[in-house]
């Protein structure tokens, strides 16, 4: 039911009932790495190319989730996934394994929770019984593809971020147990005129700004109604230029309440540089680290807000600013 | 300069750079400068010792040496950009790394490795100068700019 300007309020309240997440070696690393189902020690994943082990992380993500519940591929009715390639040929692939109906989306590092919002609305107006969604993004082909190739030497600028290496996908469906995903808050196109391609904190925050204060407005809830509020990936620099608009405009939001995925991924890392990035970040974060804290009774509301850049290589190279989303997703403890 | 660019800028927009640029964490101009000159200057030295073992070991003139030092030094740069070292090495050197011949060589190794899941022809050789291409045009158009100068002058 569409509540507000852009707010979609889950009445039948459909679940979270598995998710599956696959990361890469540097992941596994991190301070996270223990949440991770499948920790990879090669970024290769033995595959011929970086666009295969890209595949190959996606559907480890979706497989690990339907195994937790016994499930099977046969059993998933839709499947909605995006991805950062041209494209979306992970995606696409990985949907040819699975072989399910399959709806490809691209909202670059907002996938995430784009695939997420859209599952619960085909469960939620009984469309569907079972969708799996799910994202995956690989380090270096995402290098390769936007920026240089994988060995060339490039001096990056402390503003950068570093793309995850993973995959995360979430099971919806109308049963079962599992957090429930309460309400949905789509996200317009911001674009304050940032141009700099390794400045993506500072291009996408007043998006999160602009979807969380839209969701608030439209279900009439203060901040501190959700125990933490967890961006996607502004890394430290983008994090920190949403908590100035916050405080700018008089938005409360309590110290530590504010979360970033790609902060947490990678903790204090300098190689990773602003912090973590990229579809995958959102994704096993939110999946495989915030939803087990959340069933470990440390929180009982999130909203996660998947922040992304929808620039391409030519827009960027053709002096175009970058055009920037953010999708936001409640979630509650059953 | 800073006009035109906010031309097309709303006001919006200008005030939200204002507010980006507080937060946004300088490049280290002062030390990439001294990394670069001394990676860059520490690249050079081992370029020049190259140099001299081929003048003392095979009796070369210096003019003769010039070539196999310059292929010696692009040889050990592919390998390290094979093994992955380099792009490292830059994070530190910055222009120090990429300014000397190693950077040109690997800009068209690391081209030329990455394209080769497109197969030899439409990856490896059509984009191993992806990269290093400009170097070579800008290179070729200045050569027969000074060239053209220099005839015009001398002659």
Redesign the interface.
């Known amino acids: 039911m569409l509540q507000g300007r852009r707010t979609w309020r889950f009445e039948n309240s459909p679940r979270i009932i598995s998710v599956g997440t696959a990361v890469g070696p540097k992941e596994g690393k991190g301070p996270l790495g223990d949440s991770f189902d499948v920790v990879h020690g090669d970024i290769r994943l033995g595959q011929n190319s970086w666009e295969n082990a890209e595949r190959v992380l996606m559907e480890e993500a979706g497989d690990r989730a339907l195994q937790k519940k016994g499930l099977v591929k046969e059993q998933v009715e839709f499947y909605i996934a995006g991805d950062l390639m041209n494209q979306v040929i992970t995606s696409s692939f990985a949907a040819r394994t699975f072989a399910a109906p399959y709806l490809g989306i691209y909202g670059a590092c907002s996938t995430s929770m784009e695939g997420l919002a859209l599952a619960a609305l085909l469960v939620n107006s009984q469309s569907a019984e079972l969708v799996l969604t799910g994202t995956a993004s690989h380090n270096a082909a995402a290098e390769r593809l936007y920026r240089y190739p994988t060995e060339y030497g490039a001096q990056k600028p402390p503003t950068a971020q570093w793309t995850v290496t993973g995959a995360g996908a979430a099971l919806v469906g109308r049963d079962g147990e599992g957090p429930k995903i309460t309400a949905a808050t789509i996200g317009r196109i911001i674009d304050m005129g940032v141009k700099d391609p390794f400045n993506m904190g500072a291009a996408m925050a007043p998006a999160a700004f602009d979807t969380i204060e839209a969701h608030l407005r439209d279900l009439n809830v203060e901040t501190d109604y959700y125990d933490i509020i967890a961006t996607g990936d502004l890394g430290r620099l983008g994090s920190d230029i949403l908590r100035d608009l916050w405080q700018k405009h008089g938005v409360r939001v309590a110290a530590g309440q504010h979360q970033d995925c790609g902060v947490l991924i990678y903790g204090d890392d300098p190689s990773v540089f602003s912090g973590g990035s990229g579809a995958a970040c959102s994704a096993v974060v939110t999946y495989g680290h915030l939803l087990a804290r959340l069933a470990a009774g440390e929180w009982n509301r999130i909203l996660i807000v998947a922040t992304g850049a929808l620039l391409s290589t030519l827009s960027y190279q053709q002096g175009e600013s970058i055009p920037c989303i953010a999708h936001a997703v409640a979630i509650e403890r059953a | 300069m800073a006009n035109a660019k906010h031309k ?3 006001p ?3 005030a ?2 204002q ?2 640029k ?7 101009v002062l030390r ?1 400068t001294v990394l670069a000159f001394l990676i860059g200057g520490g690249i050079c030295l081992i370029g020049q010792f190259v140099e001299q073992f081929y003048i003392t070991v095979f009796h070369m003139t210096r003019a003769a040496a010039a070539n196999p030092t310059v292929a010696t030094l692009i040889f050990f740069s592919a390998l390290l ?2 093994l ?1 070292l ?2 490292r ?3 530190w ?3 120090g ?2 300014v000397p011949v190693t ?1 040109f060589s ?2 068209v ?3 030329a ?3 080769r ?1 497109e197969g030899l022809i439409a990856g490896t050789s059509s984009n191993m100068f ?2 290093a291409g400009p170097v070579i045009v800008f290179g070729v158009v200045a050569a027969f700019a000074v060239a053209l100068v220099r005839i015009l002058i001398f002659k």
Request: aromatic share 4%; no cysteine.
């Open positions: 097309k800028m709303t919006a927009m200008i939200y750079e507010v980006a507080r937060r946004e964490p300088g490049r280290p990439n950009t094979g992955g380099y792009d090495l830059a994070q050197g910055g222009a790394t990429s950077g690997n800009a190794t690391s081209a490795i990455e394209h899941s992806k990269i």
